[in-house]
C-alpha cells in the first residue's frame, strides 16, 4: 500500500514540475513550417526529415510550400501566426524583406527558427536561432579542391543559386576567397540555374555556346551540375574528363554522377536538419536559451570514393 502511495505521489510531483516549469511537452506543440518549394533534391530531403521528425515527435505540423516565392512564405507566416501556432519553422529563399512579418510574429510572442537559409535584418532578436550549414566554407572547400584538380590554373564557369539567397551569396565568396589564391584561375563566366536542374542544363547550354573554353564548372548546387552535365553530353563533350565538374550538397544524385564517373567532387551540406530543428524548438518553448546558430558538420566526396559510400547515403 505505502509503495503504491509513493508511485502515485512521485508522478503527481513529475506532473507539478512539468506544469510549473510550463515545459510544452512536444506532443502538444503546434509548428508551423513555410518551406521554399521542391527545386532540388536537398530541398526534398529536407522536408522529408522535418516532417519525420515533426511525426515522431507527435508534433502537429502546419506545412506551407512556397512554390520558391517569398510573397507565399510571408503569406504563410502571417497565417501561422493568426493561428497562434506555438513556434514557426522558415526557410527562407532570399535573404531580405523579412523585417516586418518578423515583427509581426516577435510582438505576437512566436518563436521563429531559420532553416537552412539566413535572413539580413536588423534586429537579430527577430529569430530565435538558424540551423543552418556553414554554407560560405562549403564554397571555400569546392574552391580549394578544384584549384588542386586544376594545378592552380583554367578557366571556370560558374553556376550560381536563387540571386539574393544566403547559399548564393556565401557559396560564391568562399569559392572566390579559396581561388584568389591562384591567379592562374579565372571565373570566366558566372550565371543563376536557380539551384534546378533544367536551369542548370539551360545555362551550361549557353556558357558551351559561346564559345569559351571552360576547363571547369563549380555548381552551387548538385542539382544544377546534374543538369549541367546533360548539357556537356549533348554537346559531345565527356563531363567529369574534358570539363571537371564540383558541386554542393552530396545528394544520392551526386553520388549515382559521381560512379558514372562524370562529376569528379562534391561537398556535403546536410538536410537532415529536423532532430536539430526541433530539439532547439523544445528548448525555446520550455524557455530555456539557444544558440543563435547551429551548424551541421560537412565533408566532401570524391568520385573515388563514391561506390564504396553510395550504398550507405541516407538522402
Ligand atoms: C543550402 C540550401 C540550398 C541547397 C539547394 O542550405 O538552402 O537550397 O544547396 C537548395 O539544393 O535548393
Known sequence: MVAMNWRVWFVLAVGLV??????????????????????????????????????????TLKFADAQQ?????????????????????????????WEPVLREAKAAGIPVVLADRAVDVSDPSLYATLVSPDVVEEG?????????????????????????????????????????EYPGLKIVKSQTGDFTRSKGKEVMEAFLKSGQKIDALYAHNDDMAIGAIQAIEDAGKKPGVDIVVVSIDAVKGA???????????????????GPAIFDAIETIVAGKPVAKKISMKERLFEQGEARELIGNRKY
Not at 32 to 46: K, L, P, Y
Open 140 to 180: 571555400r572547400m569546392a574552391g580549394r579542391w578544384l584549384a588542386k584538380r586544376l594545378d592552380g590554373k583554367g578557366s571556370i564557369v560558374e553556376l550560381a543559386g536563387t540571386p539574393g539567397s544566403s547559399p548564393a551569396i556565401d557559396r560564391g565568396k568562399g569559392f572566390r576567397e579559396a581561388i584568389a
Open 69 to 97: 516565392k517569398q510573397e507565399n512564405q510571408i503569406r504563410a507566416v502571417r497565417a501561422f501566426i493568426a493561428q497562434g501556432v506555438d513556434a514557426i519553422i522558415v526557410a527562407p529563399v532570399v535573404e531580405t524583406g
Open 255 to 273: 553520388f549515382e554522377a559521381m560512379v558514372a564517373g562524370k562529376l569528379n567532387c562534391t561537398v556535403e551540406c546536410n538536410p537532415l536538419l
Open 18 to 59: 512539468a506544469t510549473i516549469s510550463g515545459g510544452a511537452r512536444a506532443k502538444d506543440l503546434v509548428v508551423g513550417f513555410s518551406q521554399i518549394g521542391a527545386e532540388s533534391e536537398w530541398r526534398t530531403a529536407e522536408s522529408e526529415s522535418i516532417r519525420g521528425e515533426a511525426a515522431k515527435r507527435g508534433v
